[in-house]
């Protein structure tokens, strides 16, 4: 758990939308609740997410950039540099020791943070077998987890129920970032390992991405608060513990 971190910046909220008018849309009716957005595949990939994170980190909102690198190591340390200039405070590479490198080499010299993906959540032990990998899917996400930490990685990616565990392998500096978050009585959707925000800070969760619940809801605004009402619930319940 890092203390450090302003309540406010502990909610990300995933901008998965086909284009930025929406995801303006969005912004604008969560104004200052919301400071940290997640940029995603679907939107970079639409032509005009990459635009919206220059923007938006002008306008001084923190920005995730979720484009799981992966790649050779000129090309991962090249993109790296790129996203690095755009402003963006997080940026997600797989969690392959030359690929986790090589973003670093890109990333060094300016504020961008790199989080690896250890192993995708969709995977599970029989999925890893028939991809050829000789792991458990538990050991492999803690051999990566330490790869990530050797390569300097200041964070990683990962559901909820591994945040506890995580967090007793990587100790506390290590920024850890849970999708997968629902609120008490929100939709579950496709995701299928859930916790409530509160449980998943309390488990030592730094930041959590939240994108549904928040997008898909009635009154946005009154959701994003909600969740932060929640992370601070979480925040005690873990300082009650350490404490
Ligand atoms: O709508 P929902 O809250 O499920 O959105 C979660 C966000 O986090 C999505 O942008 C999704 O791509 C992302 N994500 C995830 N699980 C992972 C990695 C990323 O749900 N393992």
Request: some cysteine.
């Amino acid at each position: 758990m890092n203390d450090a971190i302003a309540l406010r910046d502990r909610l990300i909220v995933a901008l998965d939308f086909p284009d930025a008018r929406a995801a303006r849309a969005l912004i604008e009716r969560l104004g200052e609740t919301v400071s940290f957005y997640k940029i995603g595949m679907e939107l970079a990939y639409g032509g005009e997410g990459l635009a919206l994170a220059r923007a938006l980190a002008r306008e001084g909102k923190h920005v995730f950039i979720d484009l799981k690198l992966h790649d050779i190591p000129n090309t991962v340390t090249r993109a790296t540099e790129r996203l690095a200039q755009l402003g963006a405070t997080f940026a997600t590479v797989h969690g392959y020791p030359q690929t986790m490198a090589a973003a670093k080499k890109g990333a060094a010299g300016s504020d961008l943070k790199l989080l690896a993906v250890t192993v995708m959540t969709s995977y599970d032990d029989a999925d890893l077998k028939h991809a050829g990998y000789d792991f458990s899917l538990r050991d492999l996400i803690a051999r990566r987890a330490k790869q990530a930490q050797d390569a300097g990685i200041d964070g990683l990616i990962l559901s909820p129920e591994e945040a506890a565990a995580m967090r007793k392998l990587v100790g506390p500096r290590m920024l850890l970032v849970t999708p997968g978050v629902r609120p008490a009585g929100a939709a579950i959707g496709d995701q299928k390992r859930v916790m409530t925000p509160q449980r998943a800070i309390a488990a030592g969760a730094d930041y959590l991405v939240v994108g549904r619940p928040v997008t898909e809801a009635a009154d946005p605004l009154a959701a994003a608060r909600a969740i932060l009402c929640e992370i601070e619930n979480g925040l005690e319940a873990a300082g009650a513990q350490s404490g």
